[in-house]
């Protein structure tokens, strides 16, 4: 289901011309880590789930081939979501200044940036940061290393949990701000106003003083402050979704190899696949809160007269 779904918007994104744009590109990079954690980690994690014992039989090149695009893929995937987020920050609070230039040579950024820092993560063992799989014990895990444990779980996971809560208070405080500030500025002559309301349930056009200026403004919502408050609900529903799905991996992956602690392999195991299960909800997420998809979809499957 990861994969097809994943998969899905990705074939979505190429074939429809309007979606060659940002923030596309940046649910794009998603889905693309997405669909490999779908088909290059989930297959191989079973097979390791499935053995007697959770022994790896699989040889030491293909052991490292596993951890390495595991770890790649889900660091990418979780860094995606904190671009998102990045991305619908600054577009709601410096929309003027965000422009479409500005906007696609900072998404194409921190794509670059993400893939960079995912397969630097992931490559340090090759070369010596700890070891992987031990042979006597049929074992094939994420080197334990306390120095790579402490530096892969914070780049890979602690610090985009601080950057997309930080950004996620800053949008709730930027809501608050815009309604407040909108309803202490309106102008309205108050027996007019009631007149207006009595005769007819349609928004009024009102005067609005800001910076010394006179502009005019719509009594009620406007169509931006719609859609920032939708946005700013998705990126709330995808930060949350990605934090229950992955805290609980990394709480574990941090404690382990620090403190000597035993955890049961049967949790370990349950709070794997909880971090994979993020894969499967991002798209939900992001295309359930956009009609462009819903159509795109439809047009897909449905055959146009």
Not at 7 to 35: E, G, Q, Y
Not at 269 to 278: A, D, E, K, V
């Amino acid at each position: 289901a990861t994969f097809l779904w994943n998969l899905l918007v990705l074939v979505t994104i190429l074939r429809v011309k309007a979606f060659h744009r940002v923030p596309h590109n940046l649910v794009a990079s998603t889905a693309v880590s997405d669909v490999l954690v779908a088909a290059l980690v989930m297959p191989l994690s079973l097979v390791k789930e499935l053995s007697a014992g959770r022994r790896w039989r699989l040889g030491r090149e293909l052991c490292l081939v596993w951890v390495c695009f595991d770890v790649m893929c889900c660091t990418a995937s979780i860094w995606n979501v904190t671009a998102i987020a990045l991305d619908r920050y600054w577009s709601i609070t410096r929309h003027l200044e965000y422009t479409l230039l500005t906007r696609r040579r900072i998404s194409n950024i921190m794509i670059a940036l993400t893939w960079a820092l995912s397969a630097a993560i992931s490559l340090a063992p090759l070369f010596g940061w700890g070891e992987t799989y031990s042979p006597e014990q049929e074992l094939c895990q994420v080197s334990q290393e306390p120095s790579y444990t402490i530096v892969s779980t914070g780049g890979a996971f602690y610090l985009p949990l601080c950057v997309v809560l930080f950004v996620y208070w800053k949008i709730y405080k930027e809501a608050k701000f815009r309604v407040g500030g909108r309803r202490s500025n309106a102008v309205v002559p108050l027996a007019k106003t009631a007149q207006v309301k009595e005769a007819s349930h349609e928004p009024q056009m009102v005067f609005t003083a800001r910076h010394a200026a006179i502009t005019f403004q719509t009594d009620g919502e406007t169509w931006r402050e719609q859609k920032e408050k939708k946005a700013a609900l998705m990126v709330g529903i995808l930060i949350g979704v990605f934090v229950l799905c992955w805290i609980p991996f990394f709480i574990t992956e941090l404690i382990s190899p620090l403190c000597s602690c035993n955890i049961p392999p049967v949790w370990k195991s349950i709070f794997l696949w909880l971090g994979y299960s993020n894969s499967f909800f991002n798209p939900l997420i992001y295309t359930a809160f956009n009609k462009n998809y819903n159509n795109a979809f439809k047009n897909l499957f449905v055959k146009q007269r």
